[in-house]
């Protein structure tokens, strides 16, 4: 009997390369040799092998022969049956139940949604796995892939899962996963007691003119379009958003807190939980029902703010001397205590001290006054042309003057140099009003720590563009289920991180990474009576990166592989080689 050999074919087409498994017989009566082989597979765009169901047909013995193989892949024939195994992806999938394991959200959604629960993360996994495909088209994810639900999701299932997010069921989750958040941050670092969390909005424009809340606001994306207003709260070292809101596309951020404070007192979050937040949300009234709250806040303050343009004349002659320059941020800075009336009934002060940390940047300072500078001269040609533009009180009538002869003639206009110069103090300063006690590094380093909200929001407003519903419990519903994603994709983006894979990955890119990683289980077992099929050496190190496997059932030198290429990454960005 002849022997099989490996024999290659090049579709020039395509450029793909195409294995079969064979030999080749001398027949007397013709001048040519009679092949026989087998398609067994082909070699992907990585240039690794795919097997087909010839190959999985093979027996264990015959899988290693074609030398493709280290390991025999699971066989799809056994004793003469056919398809006795089932086998679907399930890398993205496990990758996404273990971020939901680990940060919390499976545990939540199963003890406040107890009956629908695996409908909304199988939804959750579908929308993150296709992110191009309707929510409401599910067969093709559970066709290709395992998912947590298992069962076949139907559009029935998805409607009755989206249509128990209600406010007081959300209320619910927002208080458990908080909690659940609090203990994992204080299990990691047990030392701090801050509690710090982001606050911002956004706009999320929408096709749905149907909707309640589509109203025309200012828009966050500059388009002329209706849009629903979104408010969100992280926690401020990992970037997790633990609550959010929906809101009427016309309001404004100053309008939102009374109720939203209120609802976090309803969930149960902490009290003294300190909230940071930009400075559109500034306003007197805002800071009196803070005080009153029981929150702390950092908040970043507007120039309109009149205490905050008084500060800047204080600290400009005393800013820059040596005792106000903190080398850990290369800045000068400079702290004043003001002092708030915030009467209330009952028990409780009827006034609260807090801090203006004010920083001073050189390299913003001569920005700011060049764009200064060229605004002045905009306006002073503005004002040559039409003088009707210089009224008491506005900005022409404040920093500049007409000039007029004895007679009454126009001859000018001159610069109010006094007015001007005292603007250009502005330049280089910003502020933020937070807690007495704090230092100045600390406001600093947690106002920076603001970036993770705004990659949250970019990340939700990604999977949300432009929503097309009608309906408003289904709205709420995935409005829900995308924080969910939001959540999600953060944790892994926290841990891509870590181990600073964004080098070589974008999220997408690990994504289609792991995608195609199979999960075989016997045709009418449970779940966890299946395995893996053979993984290749990058999904392995991934999954041991992100806990989705344990490193027994690991290949004994990923973890070695993992740290080497970790203390050569950090060492490429100039960090420590030990994190």
């Not at 066709?143 to 997010?165: F, G, Q």
């Not at 424009?205 to 109203?215: D, G, Q, R, V």
């Not at 990166?545 to 344990?550: E, Q």
Request: proline letters at 4%; hydrophobic letters at 35%.
């Amino acid at each position: 009997m002849r022997k099989n050999n490996l024999i290659r074919h090049v579709n020039k087409k395509t450029n793909v390369t195409y294995l079969y498994w064979g030999h080749s017989v001398y027949v007397p009566s013709q001048d040519y040799p009679e092949v026989k082989k087998k398609c067994i597979g082909k070699i992907d765009s990585k240039g690794e092998f795919e097997p087909n169901k010839a190959f999985l047909s093979f027996s264990a013995e015959e899988q290693l022969k074609t030398g493709l193989v280290n390991e025999p892949y699971l066989s799809l024939y056994s004793s003469g049956d056919v398809d006795t195994y089932d086998y679907k992806m399930f890398g993205f999938t496990s990758l996404l139940e273990t971020a939901a394991k680990e940060s919390g959200v499976w545990q939540s959604l199963k003890k406040v949604f107890p009956n629908d629960w695996q409908q909304q993360l199988t939804i959750v996994e579908a929308m993150m796995s296709y992110p191009d495909r309707a929510l409401y088209s599910p067969k093709h994810f559970h066709d290709v892939c395992w998912h947590s639900m298992v069962d076949s999701p139907t559009e029935y299932s998805i409607n009755k899962a989206l249509e128990v997010v209600y406010p007081e069921s959300r209320e619910r989750f927002f208080g458990d996963f908080e909690r659940r958040t609090a203990l994992r941050r204080k299990e990691k670092n047990p030392l701090e007691d801050m509690v710090v969390m982001a606050l911002d909005t956004t706009s999320i424009s929408t096709f749905s003119a149907m909707l309640e809340a589509a109203k025309f606001g200012k828009n966050k994306e500059n388009d002329l379009m209706a849009q629903v207003n979104l408010l969100m709260i992280c926690d401020a070292v990992t970037g997790i958003p633990l609550y959010f809101r929906s809101l009427h596309g016309n309001c404004s951020d100053k309008n939102v807190l009374g109720v939203t404070l209120k609802e976090l007192k309803d969930a149960e979050f902490r009290k003294g939980t300190i909230l940071l937040m930009d400075r559109g949300f500034y306003s007197l009234a805002v800071i009196v029902m803070l005080l009153k709250s029981g929150f702390q806040f950092i908040m970043g303050m507007p120039l309109t703010a009149p205490f905050y343009k008084q500060a800047i004349r204080e600290a400009y002659d005393v800013i820059l001397d040596t005792e106000n320059f903190y080398p850990s941020i290369r800045m000068h800075a400079w702290t004043k205590t003001i002092s708030f009336a915030a009467p209330r009934r009952g028990w409780g002060p009827n006034s609260h001290e807090l801090a203006l940390y004010l920083f001073h940047d050189s390299q913003k300072q001569a920005e700011d006054q060049q764009r200064q500078a060229r605004k002045f001269a905009r306006m002073k040609a503005a004002l040559e042309s039409d003088r009707s533009l210089h009224k008491k009180g506005n900005s022409y009538g404040k920093y500049f003057e007409l000039e007029y002869d004895t007679e009454g003639k126009f001859v000018g206009v001159a610069n109010n140099k006094d007015a001007q110069r005292d603007k250009m103090k502005e330049c280089g300063f910003f502020g933020f009003l937070g807690p007495v006690g704090l230092s100045c590094e600390k406001v600093l380093g947690l106002v920076r720590n603001r970036d993770y909200v705004e990659k949250d929001y970019e990340c939700y407003k990604t999977k949300m563009r432009r929503p097309r519903h009608s309906l408003e419990e289904h709205l709420e519903g995935k409005i829900f289920l995308v924080y969910i994603t939001t959540i999600l994709e953060m944790w892994i983006r926290r841990r891509m991180d870590e181990y600073l894979l964004f080098d070589k990955y974008s999220f997408n890119n690990l994504r289609d990474e792991i995608f195609s990683a199979k999960w075989r289980k016997p045709e009418g077992k449970t779940f966890d009576k299946g395995e893996w099929c053979e993984l290749t050496l990058e999904v392995q190190k991934l999954f041991y990166i992100f806990g989705v496997m344990k490193e027994k059932d690991l290949r004994d030198d990923i973890p070695k592989l993992v740290e080497r290429e970790l203390r050569k990454r950090r060492l490429k960005h100039g960090l420590p080689a030990v994190g």
